[in-house]
């Protein structure tokens, strides 16, 4: 097992406990002694005993002690501890390619979403192009301060793909028929079908979502060089 997945496993199963848990949340503002854990929760002294054993040996608190009273000591936290519950960034795409059926809709507004969050490259494409772009994805954009080009067709993915693309499906007959050619699938329901502002807004919100979760797990390679020397 790698050691960054075996370091989540570990922090995971000792947060599982829900008194565990809640000394974490008091920690989160400040240091506290084990007697004042003891008060706070309410809980017997060989009790937090047993959890800020079980802490310190997942690397999730330390003990730091009292420079006035040498014998006092105060549980603090770390506070990388919450970035290790998250699963690693991923390497760094030349392009984010989103595809749907029509290249009308879905994909549209991601690659607008995408340009307006992230600075890699995106592009947008279908398996099955339209003559046009959905007005709908066009008021919806326009809603939310975005700009589709309504005058660029839409394209087919076998005219844009580049073997080095991340592709992105986020339609099911997308991720269906390209049988394996993409590397994530979000299955968003087609706001065109039901053709109203709020089925548009609906799938406005939820690309939003997952554009921006991807994204903060995506970085450029020279965030990721400037990061890895800090």
Same mark, same amino acid.
């Given at each position: 097992? $790698?050691?960054?997945?075996?370091?989540?496993?570990?922090?995971?199963?000792?947060? !599982?406990?829900?008194?565990?848990?809640?000394?974490?949340?008091?920690?989160?503002?400040?240091?506290?002694?084990?007697?004042?854990?003891?008060?706070?929760?309410?809980?017997?002294?060989?009790?937090?005993?047993?959890?800020?054993?079980?802490?310190?040996?997942?690397?999730?608190?330390?003990?730091?002690?009292?420079?006035?009273?040498?014998?006092?000591?105060?549980?603090?936290?770390?506070?990388?501890?919450?970035?290790?519950?998250? $699963?690693?960034?991923?390497?760094?795409?030349?392009?984010?390619?989103?595809?749907?059926?029509?290249?009308?809709?879905?994909?549209?507004?991601?690659?607008?979403?995408?340009?307006?969050?992230? $600075?890699?490259?995106?592009?947008?494409?279908? #398996?099955?192009?339209?003559?046009?772009?959905?007005?709908?994805?066009?008021?919806? !954009?326009?809603?939310?301060?975005?700009?589709?080009?309504?005058?660029?067709?839409?394209?087919?993915?076998?005219?844009?793909?580049?073997?080095?693309?991340?592709? #992105?499906?986020?339609?099911?007959?997308?991720?269906?028929?390209?049988?394996?050619?993409?590397?994530?699938?979000?299955?968003?329901?087609?706001?065109?079908?039901?053709?109203? =502002? =709020?089925?548009?807004?609906?799938?406005?919100?939820?690309?939003?979502?997952? #554009?921006?979760?991807?994204?903060?797990?995506?970085?450029?390679?020279?965030?990721?060089?400037?990061?890895? !020397?800090?």
């Amino acid at each position: 097992m $790698p050691a960054e997945l075996k370091r989540r496993a570990a922090v995971f199963a000792a947060l !599982a406990e829900p008194n565990r848990l809640r000394i974490v949340d008091l920690l989160t503002l400040g240091d506290l002694s084990s007697s004042e854990i003891e008060l706070l929760l309410k809980l017997r002294s060989n009790l937090v005993a047993h959890h800020l054993k079980v802490l310190e040996k997942a690397t999730i608190v330390s003990r730091i002690r009292s420079e006035f009273d040498r014998r006092r000591s105060y549980i603090t936290l770390h506070p990388e501890v919450f970035d290790t519950l998250m $699963p690693s960034d991923l390497d760094a795409p030349s392009r984010v390619v989103f595809v749907c059926t029509a290249n009308s809709a879905r994909s549209q507004l991601a690659e607008a979403i995408w340009r307006n969050t992230s $600075p890699i490259p995106a592009i947008s494409a279908g #398996v099955l192009p339209s003559e046009a772009v959905n007005p709908g994805a066009l008021a919806v !954009a326009e809603r939310h301060g975005l700009r589709i080009d309504g005058n660029k067709r839409p394209q087919h993915v076998d005219e844009v793909l580049d073997p080095h693309d991340f592709v #992105v499906t986020v339609c099911d007959s997308a991720h269906e028929q390209l049988v394996g050619r993409d590397d994530l699938h979000w299955s968003i329901p087609d706001p065109a079908a039901v053709g109203t =502002a =709020a089925a548009f807004d609906s799938a406005f919100a939820t690309i939003a979502r997952r #554009v921006r979760s991807l994204s903060a797990r995506i970085r450029p390679l020279s965030e990721r060089s400037v990061a890895a !020397a800090r």
